[in-house]
C-alpha cells in the first residue's frame, strides 16, 4: 500500500467518523428544543439550540471535506487525463471554501454565550437569589473576562501583561531547569491554574476523566497545538495590523511607543510560537527577550493612565485619612516618577535587546 | 404550564446533553487525524474548523449545564410552591370544618387566602 493510498483511506476513516459525530450535536438541538418547549424556556434555549445547529453543519462539511479530498486523490489519473488534477482540485477547492464561508458566518461561541445570557437574565431573577448564579457566569464569560483580558477599550492590557508576565517567568524557568525536555515546556496544563483545574475536575465523578486527560500526553500535545494555533493567529493578525499602519518610521513617529508595543506583541507571539515548536533554549529565551520589550513598551505607551490610577487612588487614601493635600501631590509625583523609571528601565533594557530579538525572530536561526 | 416534574426531568436531560457534548469533543480529538491533511493546504482550515467547533461545543455545553441549573431552580421553586397548597389546603378544610359546627351569625373568621405563585411560570403538580 502505497503512503498515498493509506493516506486516503486515513481521510476517508475521518469523514466516516464525522458523520457519526454529525448526530450528536443534532440529537442535542433536538433535547434542547424539546426540553425549551416543555418548560416554557424557548428565548433562553434558542441560542444554544442555534449553537448546536452551527456546531453540527461545521461537522458536516469538514466530513465533506475530507471525503471529497478521499475521493478526488482516487480518481486523479494525471498520467492518463492531465486535466483531471484541475478538476479535482476544484471540486475540493469548492468544499473547502464553503467551509471557511461556514466558519466566517459561524455563531461565534462568545456571541452566542452573549444570547444566551441576555435571554436568562430575566430568568435568573424570576428563580430566585441562587439563579444570579447564570447571570453571573454569563456576565463573567462574556464581559468580564474580556474586559480583564483586553484592559477595555484602549487601557492597559492587564490581562494579557499578567499572562505574559508568567509566560515569561516560567520560560526563564524552564530555561535554567537541570532537566529540560519538550514535555516539560510550559503550557496551561501543567502550570499553576492548570494542575488545579485538573484537580478540581477529577473530584467530579463525571469529570474526572477530563482532568486526568489534562495532565496526559494526549492534553498536552492539544495544548501544545492549541498555543501553535493561538500564537500563528497572533503573529499572523499582529503583522497585518502593522501593515495597515504602512511606513514603520512614519508609523513609529505617529504613534511612538505603541507602535513599538504593537511590533514587540507581534515579535513576541512569533517566538512562543517557534519555541511551542522547537523548545529550546534559544527559542525559549527570544520569547523572554520579546516578552520584556513588549511588556516594558505597554507601561511605557500607558504611563500617563498609570500615573493617572496612581493618582486616584493615592486622592482616596488621602481624602479618607484626611491628610494634607500637598503632602498628596508630592507623594504622587514620586510614585509616578518611580513608575516611570521603571517604565524607562525597562525599556532601556528592551531597545539593547532588539537585536538579539531580531536573530532570533530570523526563520533561519530556528533550526 | 410546567410542573416541578417537568423541570426535574428536563434538567435530566440536559445533563444528559452535556454528557453527549463531552463524548462529542473527545470523539472529534479522536477521530480527526492531523495526519491525514497534513502538508497540504487544507491543513490550517482542518486546524481552524476543529479549534472552532472545540470552542462552540464547549461553550454549547455550559449553556446546557446553566439551562439545567435554571430548571434545577424553578423545579425546587414549584416544589415550595406545591408545600404552601398542601399548607393552605388543610387550613380551608379546617375553615370549613368550623364554619360547618357554627351556630348561624357565629363569627368564624375569614377563610385563609390562597398563596399567590411566586413567578407566572409556577404550576402545582
Known sequence: ?367 | MPTATDFDAAARDLDAAVERLQSFTWGLVRTVDPAAMSGSSLTALVDRSVETLLTETAAAGTQCALLATLCRQRAEICRRYDSLWVGYESRIAEFHRIAAMASPGEYVGSPPMPPSPPAPWVDRS
Open chain 1, 1 to 367: 500500500m502505497t503512503t498515498h493510498e493509506v493516506r486516503t483511506d486515513a481521510a476517508r476513516a475521518v469523514a466516516g467518523g464525522l458523520a457519526m459525530l454529525a448526530w450528536n450535536p443534532i440529537d442535542n438541538a433536538t433535547v434542547v428544543r424539546t426540553v425549551a418547549r416543555r418548560t416554557h424556556l424557548i428565548a433562553e434555549a434558542d441560542a444554544t439550540a442555534i449553537l448546536l445547529d452551527s456546531i453540527a453543519a461545521t461537522t458536516r462539511s469538514l466530513e465533506h471535506l475530507f471525503r471529497t479530498t478521499a475521493d478526488e486523490a482516487e480518481s486523479v489519473d494525471l498520467l492518463a487525463d492531465p486535466a483531471s488534477l484541475t478538476t479535482s482540485l476544484s471540486a475540493i477547492t469548492g468544499v473547502a471554501r464553503r467551509l471557511e464561508g461556514l466558519l466566517g458566518d459561524d455563531v461565534d461561541a462568545f456571541s452566542a454565550t452573549e444570547a444566551f445570557n441576555t435571554a436568562t437574565r430575566g430568568s435568573a431573577a424570576d428563580a430566585g437569589g441562587g439563579a444570579g448564579g447564570v447571570d453571573a457566569v454569563g456576565g463573567f464569560l462574556v464581559g468580564d473576562l474580556a474586559n480583564v483580558w483586553s484592559g477595555g477599550g484602549d487601557g492597559l492590557p492587564v490581562g494579557p501583561l499578567i499572562a505574559g508576565g508568567i509566560r515569561i517567568g516560567r520560560s526563564t524557568a524552564w530555561i535554567a531547569a537541570p532537566a529540560r525536555s519538550p514535555s516539560t515546556i510550559p503550557l496551561f496544563n501543567n502550570g499553576g491554574a492548570g494542575v488545579r483545574l485538573a484537580s478540581l475536575l477529577q473530584r467530579s465523578d463525571q469529570l474526572a476523566p477530563v482532568g486526568r486527560w489534562m495532565q496526559g500526553p494526549a492534553g498536552t500535545a492539544l495544548f501544545r497545538r492549541a498555543g501553535i494555533v493561538g500564537g500563528v493567529y497572533g503573529t499572523v493578525t499582529g503583522g497585518w495590523e502593522l501593515a495597515q499602519h504602512g511606513n514603520p518610521v512614519d508609523a513609529y513617529r505617529e504613534h511612538g511607543a505603541g507602535y513599538v508595543a504593537d511590533v514587540a506583541g507581534t515579535a513576541f507571539s512569533a517566538s512562543t510560537t517557534v519555541f511551542l515548536l522547537a523548545p529550546t533554549p534559544a527559542t525559549a529565551t527570544a520569547g523572554v527577550v520579546t516578552g520584556v520589550v513588549w511588556a516594558g513598551a505597554e507601561v511605557w505607551d500607558h504611563r500617563d493612565d498609570i500615573m493617572e490610577w496612581t493618582s486616584e487612588q493615592w486622592d482616596r487614601v488621602v481624602d479618607g485619612a484626611g491628610a494634607a493635600w500637598d503632602l498628596g501631590t508630592s507623594a504622587v509625583s514620586t510614585s509616578a516618577g518611580a513608575i516611570s523609571d521603571t517604565a524607562s528601565s525597562a525599556w532601556d533594557t528592551g531597545t539593547d535587546v532588539v537585536g538579539a530579538v531580531g536573530s532570533a525572530i530570523d526563520p533561519r536561526s530556528w533550526f
